[in-house]
């Protein structure tokens, strides 16, 4: 495997700026020389990306780039399309602790380039790409120098349920798969309104707290995530009533004590714990003194959120799985309606093509959360 690093930060600006134009000059020109010395034309096409741009791209990308912040929702979207990791070559590095899943779904994913998280321009254009797929966030500092380079930039957003619908659709287009962007984006459309369906006729819904648990450092830190991002439309969506958002009005995580925990007494606890055991941190909390008084301890309501390699609260593409157990652990009589291990079936066969065998093998000998 590649690895590249922002090795070049370090560099003299003047030497950089040299660096990005001489390539620049390279990449600029759309002309091709064909096998026989002709010179022949790109064909290109034009899309209309998450920020509104209209964007030329290739008829055809084969050399696809994602990198930057967040890379796995774009990465693990890109694969839910037949072929195209035979045209990425290049993809930031992927790993929350327990591995990456898409190395262990493709076989040929070493022989691409891996870019750490603060990737500069020149170490994208250095693998030739002809399109970067980045999230919207970024495309002031990484985005922009790459568009001044003269390099196609598609911009999605893949964090609110709405997002991933559109955004699957605008993936179709670039890639050249209309229909299988069309699926996708129906089959979240469809299962998130049967989950709410189901839900609509609850005679309650659970007072609810979303935590993310720190506890890697010298103290015990919690935080609960703003109104706008999935953890908490999930929450909803799922019937239940998000109890924290008053306390959480800004872009980011809030950082909430045990006093405020205990104040609004939940009657259910999810918790995640990104890259740390969080089935061992809900232990250490349900046994301890000060968290016993909590209705949601005492009910035996305080509950890890399910992950395999990445947590399902992520607006990744497993949000649709974190949304049904959600749905069934806030509504118990719903598992009537289906086995959550089915659906971990039902979704990886539709998603990337997996067999059952391979779904044992790859995602169910690393789930947790499921079983409580």
Not at 177 to 194: C, H, I, K, N, V
């Amino acid at each position: 495997m590649i690895r590249v690093s922002n090795m070049a930060a370090g560099r003299a600006p003047a030497l950089r700026r040299a660096i990005l134009f001489l390539v620049g000059l390279l990449l600029l020109s759309p002309m091709m020389t064909g096998a026989t010395g002709t010179i022949e034309m790109g064909a290109t096409r034009t899309v209309t990306d998450a920020l509104g741009r209209e964007v030329e791209i290739p008829e055809h990308p084969q050399r696809i780039v994602t990198a930057g912040r967040a890379v796995l929702m774009i990465a693990n979207a890109l694969y839910l399309f037949p072929g195209v990791e035979d045209r990425i070559v290049g993809i930031g590095r992927i790993d929350q602790g327990k591995g990456n899943f898409l190395a262990a779904i493709d076989p040929d994913y070493d022989r691409k380039a891996s870019f750490e998280r603060n990737v500069g321009a020149e170490q994208v254009v250095g693998v030739n790409p002809d399109l970067v797929i980045l999230k919207s966030e970024l495309r002031r500092g990484l985005g922009e120098e790459l568009e001044r380079l003269g390099i196609a930039v598609v911009y999605v957003d893949f964090e609110t349920p709405e997002q991933y619908q559109r955004d699957l659709r605008l993936l179709g287009r670039v890639l050249g798969q209309p229909e299988r962007g069309e699926s996708l984006a129906r089959y979240y459309e469809r299962e998130t309104e049967r989950i709410v369906a189901a839900v609509s006729g609850a005679e309650e819904r659970p007072r609810t707290l979303f935590l993310y648990a720190d506890l890697a450092g010298a103290e015990r830190v919690f935080n609960v995530p703003p109104s706008g991002w999935i953890q908490t439309t999930m929450v909803v969506l799922a019937g239940g009533e998000p109890i924290w958002v008053d306390a959480a009005p800004g872009g980011g995580w809030s950082r909430v004590g045990l006093e405020q925990i205990a104040a609004w007494d939940p009657d259910l606890i999810v918790l995640v714990a990104y890259r740390q055991d969080v089935e061992a941190i809900r232990d250490s909390l349900a046994g301890h003194p000060t968290w016993a008084p909590l209705a949601a301890v005492r009910n035996d309501a305080l509950h890890t959120f399910p992950l395999d390699y990445y947590s399902w609260d992520q607006p990744d593409v497993r949000w649709i799985l974190g949304l049904k157990w959600l749905a069934r652990t806030l509504h118990p009589r719903l598992a009537d309606e289906g086995d959550i291990r089915s659906a971990i079936y039902e979704f990886f066969t539709f998603a990337y093509r997996m067999s059952r065998e391979e779904i044992d093998a790859i995602v169910i000998s690393n789930l947790q959360g499921v079983t409580r």
